[in-house]
């Protein structure tokens, strides 16, 4: 007679790792299947976005299994793309210039990335994952179907709506610096206001006065150039927030001549603050 056939007992299975090991916030993974991995790796994405991936688990026999990730949560994959705040790691998607952007973590600025760039992070960290688990995974999923151009792409363009910054995010008030922006001249100029003048009854600071010495602070930032009306603009604007005065029109030189200047605010020796 010939021997019986025991079929094999398959499920799917949902997997996260437990409320404690969310709280440990572990660097290096300890998990058993790979959605437990990246929920380790990236806990914040996992409590946002749920389980990395749907798997399914085949009973081998009554001692053994093993685990296949089969279907991926993109929005997690999404989210994981940002980074892990523990490290320092930030990406943004700067929706006002349609541009990636990611922080240097040892000088704490943004710089300038593509999809690309990142389609290859997200692989990469699928191909991490397949050499660190377990040999009772299936580690065939993460080393080739989810790393193929469509599913790379559809994270990527998933990652721009739950990554999006706005404006606000590099505004010159902003804690966020990039290494260029239209924002870090008015930057500069807020140092001008807040550490280059200082309010004094009778003086007079002359837009001329005001440009050249921005002028030459952002040559020595080489921050490029910038229209003198533009200038003029944006620093009537902050000379009014800071020292609550407005751009006259009618201050007189040493010729008697009218020339556009702020009265009650005059320019610290501007050496002190070249550096």
């Not at 007679?1 to 025991?6: G, S």
């Amino acid at each position: 007679m010939a021997p019986t056939i025991q079929p094999i007992s398959t499920h799917l299975e949902l997997n996260l790792p437990g409320i404690g090991d969310f709280s440990q916030h572990s660097l290096r993974p300890r998990a058993k299947t790979a959605s437990v991995y990246f929920g380790e790796l990236f806990p914040e994405a996992a409590k946002q976005y749920g389980c990395p991936f749907v798997e399914i688990r085949e009973a081998l026999n009554e001692y053994s299994s093993v685990v296949t990730p089969v279907s991926i949560n993109l929005d997690f994959f999404a989210a994981a793309l940002g980074g892990d705040a523990r490290l320092g790691h930030s990406i943004i998607y700067y929706q006002p210039e349609m541009q990636w952007y990611y922080r240097e973590p040892q000088l704490n600025i943004y710089k300038a990335t593509t999809s690309e760039k990142l389609q290859s992070l997200y692989r990469g960290l699928l191909m991490r994952a397949a050499r660190d688990l377990p040999a009772e995974n299936n580690r065939l999923n993460l080393c080739m179907e989810f790393q193929n151009d469509r599913t790379a792409k559809a994270v990527i363009q998933r990652a721009k709506s739950i990554l999006a910054a706005d404006y606000s995010f590099f505004s010159a008030t902003s804690p966020h610096q990039r290494i260029k922006g239209p924002e870090l001249h008015e930057r500069l100029m807020r140092v001008l206001c807040e550490s280059m003048l200082q309010p004094s009854e009778g003086a007079c600071l002359t837009v001329t006065a005001a440009f050249n010495v921005f002028c030459r602070l952002a040559q020595q930032r080489q921050l490029g150039t910038l229209k003198r009306s533009l200038f003029k603009a944006t620093m009537a604007d902050l000379m009014k927030e800071m020292y609550g005065i407005s751009l006259r029109h009618d201050v007189p030189d040493a010729l008697g001549k009218h020339q556009q200047a702020w009265k009650g605010v005059r320019l610290v020796e501007a050496e002190t603050f070249a550096a």
